[in-house]
């Protein structure tokens, strides 16, 4: 007996500490998105690319006393009168905010797709195809730069789309279904905003339309979650479905306009050729330099050489060029020598507190990538401030703009000085996490915090301080991976927020302040 | 008397699973007791190391690991609370390393591991003898080590609880011994608080499914030499493959058949509270684990607290 109830206690103890707890995402349960100012007067916002808001025409809705708008108040209430439980979270989920929820759904796709191609037999590494997106290694590899691109297009064209949206909901001033009719439950709050065209449709339509560019693999997973919104949407009593039907037409036509960019902004040069990368080592050679080496086994070309050369949203060619800042120590120099050694140092003594540091900052294969994990901080400061939606479009525009030309400003620095990780450099140097592969001056990481820092210190005052000491965190973490110099980061720093301060000017003068 | 075996080096067989899923020390996976307040202590060292290993079910080479190995080094203590009730902990110092690649290995103090064994039934059956354990064990991470830097963690940081079944039957001293487990393990938090498996997680918390093995063994046993044939099948309940060329994780679904053979030797005459123990194990098959081949030598020391002089172990097993 007494061995029985030893063997119970010990046992109930493990249990208390052994307990499996349901994992659940920290955005699972938010409440509806209420705003406090729905920027009725945003159809006069400045766009990125239209150069007008009404640059597409949407109709004039018909009246609501007629009988085709009588039928969708029906169908509107066919569904409130048999909800299933899956409608019901559905609504739930959606109602959050339109912006969040695809900006999560955008942060998964660069995640499932962050992962570089295993090589041939050859030693030779296959690339993505976009003509063959399906045949392995699929298409995209979503990278950094690739990431940051794909994160800029989406969450510009999702700004411009709400603008236009906003303008024509002004126009037409067409009341919800909830107060054309009193029977009409509004299960997802109350926002006061004329619903046509629906403003959670003109973002599923941009966003959907957008994969055909950035993610053609996933245009029929994409599809099925724009269909799920829109019936969210309408079941919610929010939107009829020619409310529905008007938005994402509307967001389709604006996400067209703006793969009409991409398909010339030269992102897809942007991979290079045999004799470009060699090129790249002969130049630096010719300049007294160690060039760049690939560490990985078989050696594999370098990531995206020329991502440097692609059309920013606000920051032009000549003005990526004005961003370069000066050259590295030379990799001859007593002073990188010296930096190597201290590399070699840090790495030797990392405490526990840096190795998190490094995990939580390193944002690296199969993740959000540095870009993402900003949009997640952005996300979950932006959910407090309880903003409309097309304010929300155009914050994250800002943010992923500022990202975007913050990696084609990065690119065009590495590759410009093409210079070594130390760990080329020292062999001893061990990393606490995998080198990316990519010349080291500046760090990407320290760009694309700063430049996001910047921004978002702009559009939440309150909150600057705060994220320039998440930057220098992000910054520091390369340094105790000990995959980068620290000047690496350093100016990195500086370079990021020259870009980010290109975003405050476009901030300063959207109309939205 | 005491002999240890695999314990956590899983990590050599696994990418690393802790103890005591994989406590397969030779204690608490055997049918030999301590008797009354005797205590067995003692420590081994394993070696284990592999330079393929299955992403999913594609068993691959990863030049940029090269060969990953994991050392430690496992002290244990095993008490008899009564003849039939035993007391068994231990904690090992583990290390990794990988011989390509600029991964920088890991070190440190890896889970305390715990487990209560019960001789609940002997019985005369045809010409041997047939008896029945029942285990109970847990497991708990001594240190803050890192768990997301697989293959080159020493543990996974989750807590574990598990139930064992044994049965045995030995006949003269020719014996059989089979044996199921099944682990439940907490989940763990990570340093990043967004990861993928088959979808985006934005959380920093890991689910860790509970696992589940069954192992048979062999052999000669006496009082003084025991020599055996051990196999393993240990199956994660749940988690995800590795996808093509992506790091493993924790909440991997790791699957592992294992082959191997132990043996313990117990000096003569008045040395014989002293024995040494050693081992080897090969992965034969797997999901999300190393093709690790392993070896162990250990030594293990008996103290005799009760006042009468007696017989150390129960291996001999008469009835």
Redesign the interface.
């Known amino acids: 007996m007494k061995r029985n109830t030893f063997c119970l206690a010990v046992g109930a103890f493990f249990l208390l500490t052994a307990c499996n707890k349901n994992v659940s995402n920290h955005t699972d349960g938010l409440p509806p998105l209420a705003p406090a100012d729905q920027d009725l007067n945003a159809g006069n916002w400045k766009p990125v690319l239209l150069s007008r808001p009404d640059t597409f025409a949407v109709a004039t809705p018909v009246a609501t006393s007629s009988p085709l708008y009588v039928a969708d108040l029906n169908e509107i209430k066919g569904l409130q009168a048999r909800l299933t439980s899956d409608q019901r979270g559905q609504i739930a989920y959606w109602s959050a905010g339109g912006v969040l929820r695809w900006n999560e759904v955008m942060r998964e796709l660069v995640a499932k797709y962050n992962i570089p191609p295993y090589q041939n037999a050859d030693g030779s590494y296959p690339i993505p195809n976009a003509a063959n997106p399906f045949a392995y290694p699929n298409f995209p590899f979503s990278n950094p730069p690739y990431a940051a691109r794909a994160y800029g297009y989406v969450a510009a064209a999702q700004y411009d789309a709400l603008v236009a949206c906003w303008f024509y909901k002004a126009k037409y001033n067409r009341p919800a279904p909830y107060k054309v009719d009193s029977t009409i439950k509004a299960m997802a709050g109350k926002t006061g905003l004329s619903s046509y065209p629906s403003e959670g449709a003109v973002l599923a339509g941009v966003t959907a339309e957008m994969m055909q560019l950035l993610f053609p693999d996933e245009i029929a997973n994409v599809q099925q979650k724009l269909e799920q919104q829109e019936l969210a949407l309408i079941a919610s009593g929010a939107a009829t479905r020619s409310d529905v039907s008007a938005g994402e037409a509307l967001g389709r036509q604006v996400a067209d306009a703006f793969i009409a960019r991409a398909r010339a902004d030269r992102a897809g040069a942007a991979v290079g050729t045999p004799a470009i990368w060699a090129q790249y080592v002969t130049t630096a050679q010719a300049a007294q330099q160690t060039p760049w080496l690939s560490l990985e086994t078989p050696a594999r070309p370098p990531m995206l050489p020329l991502f440097g050369k692609v059309k920013g949203f606000l920051c032009d060619s000549a003005t990526i060029v004005a961003l370069r800042p000066g050259p590295p120590p030379s990799t001859s120099s007593d002073d990188l020598k010296a930096q190597t050694a201290a590399a070699l140092k840090q790495i030797q003594n990392a405490t526990r507190e840096q190795m998190r540091i490094v995990q939580y900052w390193a944002d690296g294969v199969a993740t959000v990538s540095p870009p993402g994990h900003w949009n997640a901080i952005a996300a979950d400061d932006f959910v407090r401030q309880n903003w409309s939606e097309v304010r929300w479009a155009r914050n994250m525009a800002l943010l992923n703009m500022a990202e975007m030309d913050a990696a084609i400003s990065c690119w065009d620095i590495k590759y410009f000085y093409f210079n070594p990780r130390p760990t080329q450099m020292d062999p001893n140097i061990k990393t606490l996490t995998g080198i990316p592969n990519f010349p080291a001056y500046v760090s990407g990481h320290s760009m694309f915090s700063s430049a996001a820092a910047t921004i978002l210190g702009h559009i939440l005052p309150s909150r600057a301080s705060a994220y320039q000491a998440m930057a220098q965190e992000a910054a520091n973490s390369r340094v105790f991976a000990g995959i980068h110099y620290k000047v690496d980061c350093e100016v990195g720093i500086t370079v990021g927020a020259n870009v980010g301060n290109y975003a405050i000017k476009r901030a300063q003068t959207d109309g939205a302040e | 008397m005491l002999n240890r075996k695999k314990t956590a080096f899983s990590a050599a067989l696994f990418f690393v699973l802790a103890a005591p899923a994989v406590l397969n020390a030779q204690t608490d996976e055997d049918a030999i007791m301590m008797t009354k307040k005797n205590l067995c202590i003692g420590g081994t060292y394993t070696h284990g190391s592999w330079d393929h290993y299955w992403e999913g079910t594609f068993k691959r080479s990863n030049?940029?690991l090269g060969t990953v190995s994991t050392q430690s080094v496992m002290l244990m203590g095993n008490y008899g609370?009564?003849d039939?009730?035993n007391f068994i902990v231990g904690a090992p110092y583990v290390w990794t390393h990988a011989t390509?690649?600029?991964?920088?290995?890991q070190h440190g103090v890896q889970d305390l591991s715990?487990w209560?064994k019960?001789d609940a039934l002997d019985l005369k059956a045809g010409k041997g003898v047939l008896s029945i354990y029942f285990l109970?064990g847990?497991s708990?991470p001594l240190t803050?080590y890192?768990a997301?830097?697989l293959p080159l963690s020493i543990g996974l940081q989750?807590?574990?609880?598990s139930g064992r079944l044994l049965v045995d039957y030995q006949v003269g001293n020719i014996f059989a011994t089979a044996s199921g487990t099944f682990t439940?393990?907490?989940?763990i938090t990570?340093?990043?608080?967004?990861?993928?498996t088959t979808?985006?997680?934005?959380?920093n918390?890991?689910?860790?499914p509970?696992t589940a093995s069954w192992h048979v063994r062999a052999g000669y046993r006496s009082n003084w030499l025991i020599a055996e044939a051990t196999f393993t099948k240990s199956y994660t309940l749940g988690g995800f493959d590795i996808?093509?060329?992506?790091?493993p994780f924790p909440g991997n679904k790791m699957n592992a058949t294992m082959a191997g053979a132990d043996f313990k030797y117990t000096l003569p005459k008045k040395w014989n509270a002293l024995s040494i123990v050693g081992g080897g194990m090969y992965t034969l098959n797997g999901r999300n684990v190393g093709q690790a081949m392993s070896w162990d030598a250990g030594v293990f020391y008996v103290l005799d607290f009760s006042h009468k002089a007696k017989k150390h172990n129960t291996a001999g097993k008469k009835l």
């Open positions: 030049q940029n609370i009564t039939k009730l390509a690649g600029t991964l920088h290995g715990a209560l019960w109970g847990g708990i803050n890192i997301d830097f989750s807590k574990t609880l439940g393990r907490s989940d990570i340093d990043r608080d967004a990861y993928y979808s985006l997680h934005l959380t918390r890991v689910d860790m509970n996808r093509k060329n992506d790091m």
